[in-house]
């Protein structure tokens, strides 16, 4: 959208959606003359702690719309649980089902929130392959705080609190993850927007390969 000449900042939209509607509702509604989305500019998309709330077939049904639409144009940046399987995951996910996040199925339906569906980095990582984002980078968040997340950011968060449960913190970094995804095409090269931001040993990320798992079928 054009600039607001009044404040000099670019307009800023809030639009509530259920996203557990068909995708193309979203988009109908981000593509009007009020929003302007534009699919063809490059576009960041975030999802904090999104995906868990959703069923998983109705992530997956947005997941694969944005990755047709915007192609090569989209980047995903991706927060989440991975419960995993053992005792911390499990005790997680107790508690988030006493407070009403984990829901079973109904009755008529196999599908299943994406939080418990998804338990694993990879699983994650293998649903984003499997919903069209062929280029696929992520780790636990204990390992995006170590290689991640700069040195001097970390002495300044190291300095803003004295953390007693240290160990508790690592059982919480370890069972949280990080992922970046893109979709590269045989158009593209490594100076686009998708090879910069998910390559591994490289700005602005540093994602380290021992330390983080990739899926690439371009």
């Known amino acids: 959208d054009d600039m607001d000449t009044e404040s000099g900042l670019l307009p800023y939209h809030l639009i509530g959606h259920d996203l557990r509607l068909p995708p193309s509702h979203l988009f109908a509604s981000l593509q009007s003359s009020h929003h302007g989305f534009d699919p063809s500019v490059p576009t960041l998309f975030v999802m904090e702690c999104v995906q868990m709330y959703m069923p998983e077939s109705s992530a997956m049904s947005l997941l694969t719309a944005i990755s047709s639409m915007c192609g090569a144009n989209a980047l995903l940046a991706l927060y989440d649980p991975i419960l995993g399987s053992d005792g911390f995951g499990r005790v997680m996910e107790q508690h988030l089902t006493r407070a009403g996040v984990v829901a079973p199925p109904a009755k008529d339906s196999n599908d299943q929130l994406c939080l418990t569906a998804s338990r694993t980095l990879d699983s994650q990582l293998d649903r984003l392959v499997g919903c069209g984002w062929?280029?696929?980078?992520?780790?636990?968040?204990?390992?995006?705080?170590?290689?991640?997340?700069?040195?001097?950011?970390?002495?300044?968060?190291?300095?803003?609190?004295?953390?007693?449960?240290?160990?508790?913190?690592?059982?919480?970094?370890?069972?949280?993850?990080?992922?970046?995804?893109?979709?590269?095409?045989?158009?593209?090269?490594?100076?686009?927007?998708?090879?910069?931001?998910?390559?591994?040993?490289?700005?602005?990320?540093?994602?380290?390969?021992?330390?983080?798992?990739?899926?690439?079928?371009?």
């Open 134 to 218: 062929n280029t696929v980078v992520g780790c636990d968040m204990l390992a995006a705080y170590d290689t991640v997340v700069e040195a001097e950011q970390r002495r300044k968060a190291n300095t803003v609190e004295m953390l007693d449960e240290v160990e508790e913190w690592v059982l919480i970094m370890r069972h949280y993850c990080f992922v970046v995804a893109g979709v590269s095409t045989p158009a593209t090269n490594d100076s686009n927007i998708v090879q910069h931001f998910c390559s591994v040993g490289k700005p602005p990320f540093g994602f380290v390969e021992a330390r983080c798992s990739v899926r690439s079928s371009t």
